[in-house]
Protein backbone atom coordinates (compact mmCIF):
# COMPACT_ATOMS: atom_id res chain seq x y z
CA UNK A 1 0.00 0.00 0.00
CA UNK A 2 2.64 2.68 1.01
CA UNK A 3 5.16 1.72 -1.58
CA UNK A 4 4.66 4.71 -4.14
CA UNK A 5 5.43 6.73 -1.14
CA UNK A 6 7.99 4.96 0.38
CA UNK A 7 10.13 4.93 -3.11
CA UNK A 8 10.04 9.00 -2.92
CA UNK A 9 10.94 9.43 0.25
CA UNK A 10 13.80 6.89 0.00
CA UNK A 11 15.00 9.09 -3.25
CA UNK A 12 14.87 11.85 -1.20
CA UNK A 13 16.44 10.25 1.83
CA UNK A 14 18.84 9.10 -0.25
CA UNK A 15 20.23 12.23 -1.65
CA UNK A 16 20.57 13.86 2.37
CA UNK A 17 22.22 10.39 3.58
CA UNK A 18 24.90 10.74 0.65
CA UNK A 19 26.16 14.65 1.74
CA UNK A 20 28.77 14.64 4.52
CA UNK A 21 27.25 17.88 5.46
CA UNK A 22 24.17 19.66 5.06
CA UNK A 23 22.74 23.36 5.83
CA UNK A 24 19.07 24.97 6.21
CA UNK A 25 18.48 25.07 2.56
CA UNK A 26 19.46 21.43 1.77
CA UNK A 27 16.87 20.24 4.01
CA UNK A 28 14.14 22.97 3.12
CA UNK A 29 14.18 21.07 -0.30
CA UNK A 30 14.22 18.11 1.21
CA UNK A 31 10.94 18.61 3.04
CA UNK A 32 9.32 20.12 0.52
CA UNK A 33 9.73 17.06 -1.92
CA UNK A 34 8.55 15.11 1.17
CA UNK A 35 5.35 17.56 1.11
CA UNK A 36 5.05 16.70 -2.45
CA UNK A 37 5.20 12.76 -1.32
CA UNK A 38 2.78 13.28 1.16
CA UNK A 39 0.58 15.53 -1.01
CA UNK A 40 0.39 12.15 -4.07
CA UNK A 41 -0.06 9.61 -1.46
CA UNK A 42 -3.54 11.28 -0.63
CA UNK A 43 -2.42 12.79 2.89
CA UNK A 44 -4.70 15.36 3.58
CA UNK A 45 -3.76 18.90 3.34
CA UNK A 46 -3.60 20.08 6.27
CA UNK A 47 -2.45 17.02 8.09
CA UNK A 48 0.63 17.17 5.25
CA UNK A 49 1.21 21.04 6.25
CA UNK A 50 1.62 20.14 10.01
CA UNK A 51 3.84 17.51 9.68
CA UNK A 52 6.42 19.29 7.39
CA UNK A 53 6.09 22.51 9.87
CA UNK A 54 6.83 20.27 13.01
CA UNK A 55 9.64 18.37 11.00
CA UNK A 56 11.19 21.40 9.58
CA UNK A 57 11.17 23.48 12.30
CA UNK A 58 13.26 20.44 14.22
CA UNK A 59 15.77 19.56 11.77
CA UNK A 60 17.09 22.64 10.54
CA UNK A 61 18.05 23.10 14.49
CA UNK A 62 22.12 23.59 14.98
CA UNK A 63 22.08 20.01 16.95
CA UNK A 64 21.40 18.26 13.15
CA UNK A 65 23.08 20.48 11.11
CA UNK A 66 26.14 20.15 12.69
CA UNK A 67 26.09 16.58 13.88
CA UNK A 68 28.45 14.06 12.23
CA UNK A 69 25.62 12.25 10.33
CA UNK A 70 23.03 14.78 9.81
CA UNK A 71 21.67 12.88 6.77
CA UNK A 72 20.51 9.91 9.61
CA UNK A 73 19.07 12.41 12.19
CA UNK A 74 16.60 14.00 9.64
CA UNK A 75 15.49 10.48 8.50
CA UNK A 76 14.88 9.60 12.54
CA UNK A 77 13.37 12.78 12.82
CA UNK A 78 10.88 12.17 9.75
CA UNK A 79 10.08 8.70 11.11
CA UNK A 80 9.13 9.80 14.81
CA UNK A 81 6.71 12.51 12.96
CA UNK A 82 5.85 9.71 10.81
CA UNK A 83 4.45 7.38 13.98
CA UNK A 84 3.42 10.49 16.07
CA UNK A 85 0.73 11.32 12.68
CA UNK A 86 -0.01 7.68 12.69
CA UNK A 87 -0.78 7.39 16.60
CA UNK A 88 1.65 7.23 18.23
CA UNK A 89 1.11 9.23 20.64
CA UNK A 90 -1.54 7.04 22.65
CA UNK A 91 0.59 3.79 22.97
CA UNK A 92 4.37 4.90 22.06
CA UNK A 93 4.19 3.77 18.90
CA UNK A 94 2.92 0.77 19.73
CA UNK A 95 -0.88 -0.70 18.26
CA UNK A 96 -4.12 0.82 20.93
CA UNK A 97 -5.66 -2.57 21.96
CA UNK A 98 -9.33 -3.22 22.48
CA UNK A 99 -10.96 -2.32 25.65
CA UNK A 100 -12.61 -5.43 27.04
CA UNK A 101 -12.42 -4.27 30.96
CA UNK A 102 -16.63 -3.95 31.83
CA UNK A 103 -18.91 -6.78 32.92
CA UNK A 104 -19.64 -9.18 30.57
CA UNK A 105 -21.42 -8.65 28.20
CA UNK A 106 -18.81 -6.12 26.39
CA UNK A 107 -20.51 -4.55 23.89
CA UNK A 108 -18.70 -4.29 20.69
CA UNK A 109 -20.28 -1.38 17.84
CA UNK A 110 -19.21 -1.97 14.50
CA UNK A 111 -20.52 1.36 11.93
CA UNK A 112 -19.32 2.77 8.66
CA UNK A 113 -20.40 2.75 5.31
CA UNK A 114 -21.88 0.16 3.08
CA UNK A 115 -19.24 -2.13 1.02
CA UNK A 116 -16.26 -1.35 4.37
CA UNK A 117 -15.82 -4.60 4.71
CA UNK A 118 -18.04 -3.90 7.78
CA UNK A 119 -19.54 -7.63 8.31
CA UNK A 120 -16.16 -9.46 7.55
CA UNK A 121 -14.32 -7.10 10.25
CA UNK A 122 -16.67 -8.05 12.71
CA UNK A 123 -16.22 -11.79 12.08
CA UNK A 124 -12.37 -11.39 11.83
CA UNK A 125 -12.56 -9.42 14.78
CA UNK A 126 -14.98 -12.23 16.49
CA UNK A 127 -12.27 -15.01 15.87
CA UNK A 128 -9.34 -12.73 17.52
CA UNK A 129 -11.13 -11.81 20.23
CA UNK A 130 -11.56 -15.83 20.60
CA UNK A 131 -8.65 -16.74 19.82
CA UNK A 132 -5.85 -14.44 21.31
CA UNK A 133 -8.36 -13.12 24.19
CA UNK A 134 -9.32 -16.63 24.84
CA UNK A 135 -13.19 -15.09 25.41
CA UNK A 136 -16.47 -16.14 24.82
CA UNK A 137 -17.74 -13.86 21.61
CA UNK A 138 -21.75 -13.64 20.16
CA UNK A 139 -22.63 -11.60 16.38
CA UNK A 140 -25.74 -10.12 15.93
CA UNK A 141 -26.48 -8.52 12.42
CA UNK A 142 -28.18 -5.33 12.95
CA UNK A 143 -28.48 -5.11 8.97
CA UNK A 144 -32.30 -5.21 7.84
CA UNK A 145 -31.54 -2.91 4.76
CA UNK A 146 -28.86 -4.97 2.75
CA UNK A 147 -30.17 -8.17 0.95
CA UNK A 148 -28.91 -11.35 2.81
CA UNK A 149 -26.84 -9.62 5.61
CA UNK A 150 -27.72 -11.55 8.49
CA UNK A 151 -27.18 -14.19 6.31
CA UNK A 152 -23.62 -13.32 5.44
CA UNK A 153 -22.52 -12.84 9.02
CA UNK A 154 -24.18 -16.29 9.89
CA UNK A 155 -22.04 -18.48 7.68
CA UNK A 156 -19.21 -16.20 8.63
CA UNK A 157 -19.82 -17.21 12.27
CA UNK A 158 -19.84 -20.86 11.40
CA UNK A 159 -16.64 -20.23 9.76
CA UNK A 160 -14.82 -18.87 12.43
CA UNK A 161 -16.62 -20.58 15.33
CA UNK A 162 -18.70 -18.21 17.01
CA UNK A 163 -22.06 -18.19 17.97
CA UNK A 164 -24.81 -15.69 16.24
CA UNK A 165 -27.73 -14.48 17.32
CA UNK A 166 -30.75 -16.61 15.64
CA UNK A 167 -32.48 -14.50 12.68
CA UNK A 168 -35.89 -13.06 12.83
CA UNK A 169 -37.50 -11.99 9.73
CA UNK A 170 -39.10 -8.01 10.01
CA UNK A 171 -37.00 -6.79 13.50
CA UNK A 172 -36.06 -3.38 13.76
CA UNK A 173 -32.52 -3.02 14.19
CA UNK A 174 -32.85 -1.67 17.77
CA UNK A 175 -35.15 -4.69 18.38
CA UNK A 176 -32.40 -7.08 17.60
CA UNK A 177 -29.98 -4.99 19.53
CA UNK A 178 -32.33 -5.22 23.03
CA UNK A 179 -32.53 -9.49 22.13
CA UNK A 180 -28.84 -9.94 21.51
CA UNK A 181 -28.27 -8.28 24.97
CA UNK A 182 -30.52 -10.73 26.27
CA UNK A 183 -29.19 -13.91 24.61
CA UNK A 184 -25.61 -12.54 25.46
CA UNK A 185 -26.66 -12.34 29.11
CA UNK A 186 -28.54 -15.99 29.48
CA UNK A 187 -25.59 -17.61 27.44
CA UNK A 188 -22.56 -15.81 29.57
CA UNK A 189 -20.98 -14.21 26.77
CA UNK A 190 -18.33 -12.45 27.13
CA UNK A 191 -17.97 -10.12 24.34
CA UNK A 192 -21.05 -8.93 22.23
CA UNK A 193 -20.13 -7.73 18.25
CA UNK A 194 -23.25 -5.88 16.93
CA UNK A 195 -22.75 -5.24 12.99
CA UNK A 196 -24.55 -2.36 12.12
CA UNK A 197 -25.99 -1.32 8.80
CA UNK A 198 -24.46 0.74 6.37
CA UNK A 199 -25.53 3.37 3.49
CA UNK A 200 -23.85 4.42 0.45
CA UNK A 201 -23.16 7.69 1.80
CA UNK A 202 -23.86 9.09 5.24
CA UNK A 203 -27.13 10.21 5.60
CA UNK A 204 -29.09 11.50 8.97
CA UNK A 205 -31.36 8.31 8.89
CA UNK A 206 -28.44 6.05 9.00
CA UNK A 207 -27.22 8.39 12.10
CA UNK A 208 -30.28 8.12 14.04
CA UNK A 209 -30.02 4.60 14.07
CA UNK A 210 -26.42 4.22 15.37
CA UNK A 211 -27.73 6.68 18.02
CA UNK A 212 -30.54 4.65 19.01
CA UNK A 213 -28.39 1.31 19.00
CA UNK A 214 -25.96 3.04 21.10
CA UNK A 215 -28.63 4.35 23.88
CA UNK A 216 -29.55 0.87 23.94
CA UNK A 217 -26.17 -1.38 23.75
CA UNK A 218 -24.13 1.25 25.65
CA UNK A 219 -21.04 0.19 23.71
CA UNK A 220 -17.60 -0.26 25.36
CA UNK A 221 -15.99 0.70 21.69
CA UNK A 222 -17.49 1.58 18.97
CA UNK A 223 -15.28 1.21 16.00
CA UNK A 224 -15.57 2.51 12.29
CA UNK A 225 -14.30 0.66 9.36
CA UNK A 226 -13.19 2.63 6.53
CA UNK A 227 -12.01 0.83 3.31
CA UNK A 228 -8.68 2.56 2.49
CA UNK A 229 -8.75 2.21 -0.93
CA UNK A 230 -11.31 5.17 -0.74
CA UNK A 231 -8.13 7.50 -0.57
CA UNK A 232 -9.29 11.28 0.60
CA UNK A 233 -12.91 10.57 1.21
CA UNK A 234 -12.52 7.77 4.10
CA UNK A 235 -11.25 10.78 6.13
CA UNK A 236 -14.35 13.05 5.28
CA UNK A 237 -16.57 9.72 6.61
CA UNK A 238 -14.73 9.12 9.56
CA UNK A 239 -14.75 13.24 10.27
CA UNK A 240 -18.99 12.54 9.44
CA UNK A 241 -19.07 9.58 11.82
CA UNK A 242 -16.84 11.15 14.65
CA UNK A 243 -19.33 14.43 14.72
CA UNK A 244 -22.39 11.73 15.55
CA UNK A 245 -20.98 8.95 17.51
CA UNK A 246 -18.39 8.56 20.30
CA UNK A 247 -15.79 6.43 18.30
CA UNK A 248 -13.79 4.74 20.12
CA UNK A 249 -11.46 3.38 17.27
CA UNK A 250 -10.69 2.44 13.39
CA UNK A 251 -10.13 -0.52 11.48
CA UNK A 252 -8.77 -0.13 8.14
CA UNK A 253 -9.89 -2.49 5.51
CA UNK A 254 -7.59 -3.52 2.19
CA UNK A 255 -4.75 -2.69 3.78
CA UNK A 256 -3.11 -5.09 1.20
CA UNK A 257 -4.34 -3.38 -1.86
CA UNK A 258 -2.43 -0.48 -3.73
CA UNK A 259 -4.10 2.78 -2.03
CA UNK A 260 -1.44 5.46 -1.73
CA UNK A 261 -2.05 5.15 1.81
CA UNK A 262 -3.03 8.79 2.30
CA UNK A 263 -6.21 7.97 4.49
CA UNK A 264 -4.32 5.66 6.85
CA UNK A 265 -1.73 8.72 7.09
CA UNK A 266 -4.31 11.48 8.04
CA UNK A 267 -7.05 8.95 9.85
CA UNK A 268 -5.33 9.40 13.02
CA UNK A 269 -4.62 13.37 12.96
CA UNK A 270 -7.89 13.98 11.77
CA UNK A 271 -10.41 12.01 14.01
CA UNK A 272 -8.08 12.27 16.69
CA UNK A 273 -9.42 8.29 17.19
CA UNK A 274 -6.53 5.53 17.36
CA UNK A 275 -5.95 3.04 14.26
CA UNK A 276 -6.96 0.26 16.05
CA UNK A 277 -7.07 -3.11 13.53
CA UNK A 278 -5.77 -3.12 9.85
CA UNK A 279 -7.58 -5.76 7.47
CA UNK A 280 -4.60 -7.11 5.29
CA UNK A 281 -6.27 -9.61 3.12
CA UNK A 282 -9.77 -11.72 2.47
CA UNK A 283 -8.77 -14.86 4.92
CA UNK A 284 -10.85 -14.51 8.16
CA UNK A 285 -7.12 -14.40 9.99
CA UNK A 286 -5.87 -11.40 7.85
CA UNK A 287 -6.68 -8.97 10.48
CA UNK A 288 -3.69 -7.64 12.38
CA UNK A 289 -3.37 -4.58 15.41
CA UNK A 290 -2.15 -1.77 13.90
CA UNK A 291 1.61 -0.35 15.11
CA UNK A 292 2.20 2.75 14.25
CA UNK A 293 5.99 2.44 14.56
CA UNK A 294 6.30 -0.49 12.61
CA UNK A 295 4.24 0.80 9.71
CA UNK A 296 6.36 4.00 9.65
CA UNK A 297 9.72 1.96 9.66
CA UNK A 298 7.76 -0.35 6.70
CA UNK A 299 7.30 3.10 4.91
CA UNK A 300 11.20 4.18 5.51
CA UNK A 301 12.25 0.89 4.12
CA UNK A 302 13.46 -0.02 7.96
CA UNK A 303 11.72 -3.40 7.78
CA UNK A 304 9.91 -4.87 10.66
CA UNK A 305 11.36 -7.43 12.14
CA UNK A 306 9.29 -7.72 15.09
CA UNK A 307 6.34 -8.75 12.94
CA UNK A 308 8.50 -11.03 11.17
CA UNK A 309 8.64 -12.88 14.23
CA UNK A 310 5.06 -12.72 15.58
CA UNK A 311 3.93 -14.23 11.74
CA UNK A 312 6.21 -16.70 12.16
CA UNK A 313 5.07 -17.66 15.99
CA UNK A 314 1.33 -17.58 14.43
CA UNK A 315 1.88 -19.47 11.60
CA UNK A 316 4.75 -22.09 12.76
CA UNK A 317 3.71 -25.80 14.13
CA UNK A 318 5.87 -26.06 17.05
CA UNK A 319 5.99 -29.92 16.85
CA UNK A 320 7.46 -28.99 12.73
CA UNK A 321 9.82 -26.51 14.10
CA UNK A 322 10.91 -29.13 17.27
CA UNK A 323 11.68 -32.15 15.02
CA UNK A 324 13.00 -29.41 12.57
CA UNK A 325 15.57 -28.47 15.30
CA UNK A 326 16.36 -32.14 16.26
CA UNK A 327 17.01 -32.96 12.57
CA UNK A 328 19.36 -29.40 12.57
CA UNK A 329 21.20 -30.86 15.91
CA UNK A 330 22.16 -33.75 13.90
CA UNK A 331 23.00 -32.38 10.50
CA UNK A 332 20.29 -33.69 8.96
CA UNK A 333 18.58 -31.88 6.46
CA UNK A 334 16.28 -33.95 3.76
CA UNK A 335 14.13 -32.92 0.97
CA UNK A 336 11.02 -33.58 3.40
CA UNK A 337 12.35 -30.78 5.81
CA UNK A 338 13.12 -28.04 2.58
CA UNK A 339 9.58 -28.61 1.69
CA UNK A 340 8.16 -27.99 5.29
CA UNK A 341 10.49 -24.76 5.17
CA UNK A 342 9.08 -23.74 1.87
CA UNK A 343 5.16 -23.97 3.30
CA UNK A 344 6.02 -21.89 5.96
CA UNK A 345 7.23 -19.13 4.19
CA UNK A 346 3.79 -19.46 2.39
CA UNK A 347 1.80 -19.57 5.41
CA UNK A 348 3.26 -16.41 6.57
CA UNK A 349 2.63 -14.86 3.85
CA UNK A 350 4.86 -15.23 0.87
CA UNK A 351 8.29 -13.74 -0.49
CA UNK A 352 6.94 -10.52 -0.89
CA UNK A 353 5.44 -9.88 2.19
CA UNK A 354 8.89 -10.97 3.60
CA UNK A 355 11.05 -9.30 1.73
CA UNK A 356 8.55 -5.74 2.24
CA UNK A 357 9.58 -6.39 6.09
CA UNK A 358 13.08 -7.52 5.95
CA UNK A 359 15.44 -3.96 6.11
CA UNK A 360 16.75 -2.44 3.67
CA UNK A 361 14.70 -4.95 0.78
CA UNK A 362 13.13 -2.22 -1.22
CA UNK A 363 15.76 -2.64 -3.45
CA UNK A 364 15.92 -6.52 -3.41
CA UNK A 365 12.08 -6.97 -3.51
CA UNK A 366 11.76 -4.93 -6.51
CA UNK A 367 14.90 -6.94 -8.33
CA UNK A 368 12.56 -9.63 -7.32
CA UNK A 369 9.48 -8.02 -9.02
CA UNK A 370 11.53 -7.75 -12.42
CA UNK A 371 13.34 -10.97 -13.01
CA UNK A 372 9.35 -12.55 -12.16
CA UNK A 373 10.44 -14.04 -9.11
CA UNK A 374 7.26 -14.30 -7.11
CA UNK A 375 5.07 -16.38 -4.65
CA UNK A 376 4.71 -18.47 -7.67
CA UNK A 377 8.27 -19.86 -7.11
CA UNK A 378 7.57 -21.38 -3.80
CA UNK A 379 4.50 -23.28 -5.52
CA UNK A 380 6.75 -24.56 -8.69
CA UNK A 381 9.38 -25.47 -5.67
CA UNK A 382 6.62 -27.42 -3.82
CA UNK A 383 5.41 -29.29 -7.14
CA UNK A 384 9.38 -30.55 -8.01
CA UNK A 385 9.40 -31.94 -4.44
CA UNK A 386 6.15 -33.56 -4.45
CA UNK A 387 6.94 -34.75 -7.88
CA UNK A 388 9.83 -36.99 -6.40
CA UNK A 389 9.44 -40.03 -4.72
CA UNK A 390 9.53 -40.60 -0.71
CA UNK A 391 13.22 -42.52 -0.87
CA UNK A 392 14.30 -39.51 -3.50
CA UNK A 393 12.89 -36.93 -1.19
CA UNK A 394 15.02 -38.73 2.05
CA UNK A 395 18.08 -39.43 -0.19
CA UNK A 396 18.40 -36.58 -2.79
CA UNK A 397 22.16 -37.85 -3.54
CA UNK A 398 19.87 -40.40 -5.62
CA UNK A 399 18.96 -37.98 -8.02
CA UNK A 400 20.62 -38.70 -10.99
CA UNK A 401 19.79 -37.14 -14.71
CA UNK A 402 17.04 -39.81 -15.65
CA UNK A 403 14.86 -39.23 -12.32
CA UNK A 404 15.65 -35.70 -12.91
CA UNK A 405 13.40 -35.73 -16.05
CA UNK A 406 10.94 -37.74 -14.88
CA UNK A 407 10.51 -35.43 -11.86
CA UNK A 408 10.48 -32.38 -14.54
CA UNK A 409 8.07 -33.35 -16.19
CA UNK A 410 5.92 -34.49 -13.41
CA UNK A 411 5.69 -31.01 -12.45
CA UNK A 412 5.47 -29.36 -15.17
CA UNK A 413 9.22 -27.27 -14.83
CA UNK A 414 12.17 -27.53 -16.98
CA UNK A 415 15.53 -29.73 -15.52
CA UNK A 416 17.41 -26.51 -15.06
CA UNK A 417 14.35 -25.78 -12.34
CA UNK A 418 15.28 -29.43 -10.81
CA UNK A 419 18.82 -28.68 -10.60
CA UNK A 420 18.37 -25.05 -9.04
CA UNK A 421 16.62 -26.94 -6.32
CA UNK A 422 18.92 -29.57 -5.89
CA UNK A 423 21.24 -26.54 -5.38
CA UNK A 424 19.82 -24.66 -2.48
CA UNK A 425 18.87 -27.99 -1.08
CA UNK A 426 22.46 -28.51 -0.68
CA UNK A 427 23.47 -25.34 0.50
CA UNK A 428 21.18 -25.29 3.15
CA UNK A 429 22.35 -28.98 4.06
CA UNK A 430 26.05 -27.83 4.15
CA UNK A 431 24.99 -24.84 6.61
CA UNK A 432 23.18 -27.97 8.77
CA UNK A 433 26.06 -29.49 8.75
CA UNK A 434 28.23 -26.71 9.84
CA UNK A 435 25.31 -26.06 12.78
CA UNK A 436 26.37 -29.80 14.07
CA UNK A 437 30.46 -28.73 13.93
CA UNK A 438 29.40 -25.65 16.11
CA UNK A 439 28.07 -28.14 18.67
CA UNK A 440 24.52 -28.27 17.11
CA UNK A 441 21.30 -26.08 18.33
CA UNK A 442 23.44 -25.32 21.72
CA UNK A 443 26.12 -23.94 20.23
CA UNK A 444 23.94 -21.54 17.60
CA UNK A 445 21.69 -20.48 20.74
CA UNK A 446 25.32 -19.33 22.37
CA UNK A 447 26.49 -18.08 19.53
CA UNK A 448 23.30 -15.89 19.46
CA UNK A 449 22.55 -15.24 23.24
CA UNK A 450 26.47 -14.17 23.77
CA UNK A 451 25.58 -11.48 20.99
CA UNK A 452 27.52 -13.59 18.12
CA UNK A 453 26.12 -11.91 15.89
CA UNK A 454 25.79 -8.38 16.56
CA UNK A 455 29.64 -9.04 17.93
CA UNK A 456 30.63 -10.22 14.76
CA UNK A 457 29.71 -7.51 12.90
CA UNK A 458 30.19 -4.02 14.28
CA UNK A 459 28.16 -1.19 12.95
CA UNK A 460 27.02 2.62 13.72
CA UNK A 461 25.45 1.67 17.24
CA UNK A 462 22.07 3.61 17.71
CA UNK A 463 22.39 4.25 13.72
CA UNK A 464 22.68 1.00 12.91
CA UNK A 465 20.41 -2.42 12.84
CA UNK A 466 21.49 -3.61 16.78
CA UNK A 467 21.69 -0.31 18.80
CA UNK A 468 22.31 -2.21 21.72
CA UNK A 469 24.28 -2.03 24.75
CA UNK A 470 27.02 -3.58 22.52
CA UNK A 471 26.86 -0.69 20.06
CA UNK A 472 26.71 -4.22 17.26
CA UNK A 473 24.45 -3.68 14.75
CA UNK A 474 24.25 -4.20 10.67
CA UNK A 475 25.54 -0.59 8.97
CA UNK A 476 23.55 1.13 6.35
CA UNK A 477 20.53 0.69 7.94
CA UNK A 478 19.63 3.89 9.96
CA UNK A 479 16.94 4.83 12.60
CA UNK A 480 16.46 1.08 13.85
CA UNK A 481 18.34 1.96 17.38
CA UNK A 482 15.07 0.56 19.04
CA UNK A 483 15.90 -2.84 18.23
CA UNK A 484 17.11 -5.15 20.98
CA UNK A 485 20.84 -5.74 21.07
CA UNK A 486 21.39 -8.45 19.60
CA UNK A 487 18.49 -12.03 17.78
CA UNK A 488 18.87 -14.16 20.86
CA UNK A 489 17.48 -10.95 22.99
CA UNK A 490 14.16 -11.18 20.23
CA UNK A 491 14.30 -15.04 20.17
CA UNK A 492 14.31 -15.07 24.06
CA UNK A 493 11.08 -12.39 24.05
CA UNK A 494 9.14 -14.48 21.73
Known amino acids: MFDTLSDRLGGVFDKLRGRGALNEQDVREAMREVRIALLEADVALPVARRFIDEVTEKAVGQSVLRSVTPGQQVVKIVNDALIDMLGGGEGGGEAVGLDLNAAPPVVIMMVGLQGSGKTT ?27 AAQEQLKVLGEQVGVATLPIIAGQAPVDIATRALNAAKLQAVDVLLLDTAGRLHVDQALMEEMKAVSAISAPKETLLVVDSLTGQDAVNVAQSFAGQVSLTGVILTRMDGDARGGAALSMRAVTGKPIKFAGTGEKMDAIEPFHPSRVANRILGMGDIVSIVEKAAATIEVEDAEKLAQRMAKGQFDMNDLRMQLRQMQNMGGLGMLAGMMPGMKKAKAAMAASGMDDRVLLRMDAIIGSMTPKERAKPELLNAKRKIRIANGSGTQVQDVN ?45 LGGGANGGGLPGLPGMGNMPANLGDLLKKK
Open 121 to 147: STAKLAKLIKEKHGKKAMMASLDVNRP
Open 420 to 464: KLIKMHQEMERAMKQIKKMGGLKGLAAMFGKGGLDAAMPGPGAQG
